[in-house]
């Protein structure tokens, strides 16, 4: 299961480099721009990558709206209470943005599973994954995945350069499952270890699960 996983994986990142930048792609999409067939542009390349880490986009990422790319957009649009039309629009962009992610930020968030949770499970490094798509939920924090990652004193590994470690192909794996919708903390919104945490704030916080050396909490 891993090794589809993986492959499904490497396809979906190689098919992202065909002639875009981890800068072009870190841009998002103008919330005015509605895509519909026939589009051609750098943010059909987004909306496509971003219905792919959802697994509802399973092609080469071309940039070119046509029948299959359409099809994709209603089904999320299906599943996420949206109006099934098969054009993104305002609301199909907010939602894609929600709850999914583009490349650049899809490299932020195996990033930070690496630098925290290298160490711990492959369940307790989505677990990670899955407290920063928990935060991009919640209107306590910042919406957008860097505002959440590099929220001053958010990340341990961030603060102390960890952050910056190349992660490898297991990180990007437990990244996608969060995306996805896997979330093994149960809704949590922190972390901590409790061999070395200090703050009474964070103790105080009502626990959900402890996965590792990791304490998730809400």
């Known amino acids: 299961m891993k090794l589809i996983k993986k492959l499904v994986l490497v396809v979906l990142l190689a098919s992202m480099g065909l002639g875009f930048t ?3 792609w870190s841009q998002p999409a103008s919330a005015a721009t509605t895509l519909k067939q026939g589009s051609q542009n750098g943010d059909v390349w987004d909306a496509q990558f971003r219905l792919g880490t ?5 092609q080469p990422v071309d940039g070119n709206y046509g029948p299959i790319t ?5 089904n999320f649009q299906y599943n996420y209470g949206l ?3 098969g054009m993104i629009g305002a609301k199909t962009w907010e939602a894609l943005r929600n709850y999914s992610v583009n490349q650049a930020e899809l490299d932020m968030l195996a990033k930070v599973i690496y ?10 490094q989505v677990a990670v994954g899955a407290v920063v798509m928990n935060r991009l939920q919640s209107s306590q924090f910042p919406n957008s995945i860097q505002g959440i990652i590099f929220e001053p004193g958010a990340f341990t590994a961030v603060s102390d350069g960890q952050y910056w470690l190349k992660p490898d192909s ?3 794996m437990a990244a ?3 995306v996805r919708g896997w979330d093994p903390t149960k809704g949590a919104l922190y972390y901590f270890n409790p061999d070395t945490a200090t703050s009474k704030w964070i103790w105080s ?3 959900t699960v402890r996965i590792g050396h990791h304490i998730f909490a809400r």
């Open 54 to 58: 959802l697994g509802y986009y399973q």
């Open 22 to 24: 981890v800068s072009e």
């Open 176 to 178: 996608q499952d969060a």
């Open 115 to 124: 630098s925290e949770a290298r160490g711990e499970s492959y369940e307790g």
């Open 70 to 74: 359409a099809a994709a957009v209603r």
């Open 83 to 85: 109006t099934v039309d």
């Open 170 to 172: 297991t990180a990007y």
């Open 205 to 207: 916080r009502p626990q």
